[in-house]
């Protein structure tokens, strides 16, 4: 009898979910504690260390608006070819877009 093959929401992405020899944790403290008002701009740069509040690798890169709060979480609103998709993610995985 075969195996199927596992697909969890983390397969094909060793390069992606992926940290360089010395990057270790990076501070995850002081990006927990970011704080972002609604509409502004932010880009999805995931942390592999912090397993919580982890957007699909999918939105790896993207960038978007702040919609709104939910718990510790944000709402981003982001553009998906002609769809507008809100995703959910924590602090650690965001990082301010400037201009």
């Known amino acids: 009898m075969k195996m199927r093959r596992s697909?969890?929401?983390r397969s094909k992405t060793?390069?992606?979910l992926g940290k360089k020899f010395?990057?270790?944790e990076m501070n995850v403290i002081t990006r927990a504690m970011q704080k972002?008002?609604?509409g502004e701009k932010v880009a999805i740069v995931i942390d592999p260390s912090v397993h919580y509040g982890m957007p699909h690798p999918r939105y790896q890169?993207?960038?978007g608006s702040i919609a709104g709060k939910q718990g510790k979480a944000y709402i981003l609103k982001i553009r998906d070819g002609?769809?507008?998709?809100?995703?959910?993610a924590y602090p650690e995985h965001l990082r301010r877009v400037s201009g």
Do not use: A
Not at 82 to 88: C, P, Q, V, Y
């Open 61 to 63: 890169g993207k960038t």
């Open 7 to 9: 697909r969890g929401f």
């Open 36 to 38: 972002f008002e609604e």
């Open 82 to 88: 002609n769809k507008i998709k809100h995703i959910i």
């Open 22 to 24: 010395r990057e270790g």
């Open 14 to 16: 060793r390069k992606k």
